[in-house]
C-alpha cells in the first residue's frame, strides 16, 4: 500500500454490518488504540480497496464518512492523513513521532536503526 503504514483492517462479509461500516469503524479503532497516529497517511482507497477485496467506492464511502466526522483529511494528490486535533497532546506528539520517522527514512535510515535511535533516546 502507498501509505506510511499499513492499516490491519479485516473485513467479516458475513456480517449485518455493511462493508463501508466495518472500514469507518475500522480506521476509527485504530485511531483510538494509537495504532493510527495523527499525522499518519493512510492507503489510497485503490490500495485499500484491492487490499480488502472491496470496490473502491465501498471503501471512498468510509473516507467521505471518516472526513465527515472531522477523523481524516484528505490532502489533494498528496493522500488522506489522520487528523490532528490541537486539543491534543497525545495526538501531537503521535504527528511529531510521524514527521520525525519520516525524516529519518528520507534520511536512507532503516525501521530497526529508527528502533535502535528511539530506544537509545528513551533510555536518556
Do not use: C, W
Amino acid at each position: 500500500m502507498a501509505a506510511d503504514i499499513d492499516i490491519a483492517l479485516v473485513i467479516d462479509p458475513n456480517s449485518d454490518v455493511p462493508p463501508y461500516e466495518q472500514v469507518r469503524r475500522g480506521v476509527i479503532e485504530l485511531v483510538n488504540s494509537g495504532e493510527l497516529l495523527a499525522g499518519s497517511r493512510i492507503p489510497t482507497v485503490r490500495a485499500l480497496a484491492s487490499a480488502l477485496d472491496l470496490a473502491p467506492n465501498t471503501v471512498a464511502r468510509s473516507y467521505r464518512e471518516l472526513e465527515t466526522e472531522d477523523i481524516i483529511e484528505t490532502r489533494g494528490r498528496k493522500g488522506s492523513f489522520v487528523k490532528a486535533h490541537a486539543e491534543s497532546t497525545l495526538q501531537r506528539a503521535g504527528e511529531l513521532t510521524v514527521e520525525h520517522v519520516s525524516a529519518l527514512r528520507q534520511l536512507g535510515v532503516d525501521d530497526d536503526r529508527i528502533k535502535t535511535l528511539l530506544d537509545k533516546a528513551l533510555r536518556r
